[in-house]
């Protein structure tokens, strides 16, 4: 999908921590597909900000996503909130097809850390604004909420511990943008297909699709044997968790998407948000309308709603923040 923005300009550093991608500077890589973007302190005064802003931004971005269409959202987000941090979760594919669990687990140990982090010292809960992309980003999402859950565990357990409730990722603000979809073996793989070099020759692109969609068909039909969820089932499933990271405390949801989207229809969109507030509403009457918004665009394609009306884009953001620290 093309969502080229403007070029950035290149920048010298010889900071072996800094990734020398020219889209992502000043983002450091703390692991495979984890990198963080710390905000600089600065004698300069600050204009007074009118709405607090977030304490952590944390970006999960779609399958495949390049860094220059990243930067995209991240140079908006330094924009909008210029002294609060940025954690950054690329997804590259390997976790939704082939990586184990405690693979991933691993991997988003250096993601857990920043949150936890950034908890320390603070006398109130963590104010973090969440930004999710497509069925990927929204995977990723939860994978971070079960590592956090699964170290808190962990670091908590010992002689005479006894199971209590879970400590959950902090979330106050969840933005999804292009997701989820329902289980679709034609979009999942149109979506996958995205992650083949456009470079190779047409037969090897055949031929690759054919191996990858055996494989999909495979996998599917094993995990219903099996009985395993499947990966699109468990992240809808976790992301309207009563009693997930998602869900609690009064967190604020927006789902932004299309008409026009090819790959997560708009029904299936609405199918998910209409779970989400029966779930806030067997809590609290009324409670569903009020956290769970609907911002419909009507010709952007998947993750492109941005580049049809970006003031839009992120008045809604803004406006989403804006009711959490109200």
Not at 211 to 222: G, H, I, P, Q, T
């Amino acid at each position: 999908m093309d969502m080229t923005g403007p070029e950035p300009a290149l920048h010298d550093g010889n900071d072996s921590d800094i990734t020398q991608d020219p889209y992502l500077y000043g983002f450091r890589r703390l692991g495979e597909q984890v990198y963080y973007h710390e905000v600089q302190t600065s004698d300069a005064p600050r204009v007074p900000e009118d709405v607090p802003p977030p304490d952590l931004i944390i970006l999960c971005s779609w399958l495949y996503a390049l860094p220059k269409h990243i930067a995209k959202y991240t140079n908006a987000y330094q924009r909008l909130y210029p002294d609060t941090p940025i954690l950054l979760l690329k997804q590259d594919g390997p976790d939704l097809m082939w990586r184990p669990n405690a693979w991933q687990m691993t991997n988003l140990k250096p993601a857990v850390d920043i949150v936890k982090a950034a908890e320390n010292g603070k006398n109130s809960r963590l104010k973090v604004l969440m930004h999710v992309w497509s069925n990927g980003g929204s995977f990723t999402a939860c994978q971070l909420a079960d590592a956090y859950a699964a170290s808190a565990r962990a670091e908590s357990s010992g002689p005479g511990w006894v199971a209590g409730p879970v400590t959950l990722l902090p979330i106050s603000a969840l933005v999804i943008d292009s997701a989820p979809s329902i289980p679709d073996m034609r979009s999942g793989f149109v979506a996958m297909s995205q992650g083949m070099p456009s470079s190779l020759p047409g037969p090897v692109r055949k031929v690759g699709g054919a191996l990858m969609y055996s494989f999909m068909l495979s996998a599917s039909v094993a995990g219903r044997i099996l009985g395993v969820e499947g990966v699109i089932t468990g992240m809808r499933r976790k992301l309207n968790d009563a009693y997930g990271a998602f869900m609690v405390r009064g967190v604020r949801r927006v789902y932004i998407y299309s008409e026009s989207d090819e790959l997560v229809p708009w029904r299936h969109v609405e199918m998910h948000a209409r779970e989400a507030r029966n779930v806030l509403d067997k809590r609290v009457a009324g409670s569903g309308k009020e956290q769970v918004k609907l911002e419909k665009f009507v010709a952007s394609r998947h993750v492109g709603h941005v580049m049809v009306d970006a003031g839009r884009y992120w008045d809604i953001v803004k406006a989403q923040w804006a009711k959490v620290v109200a």
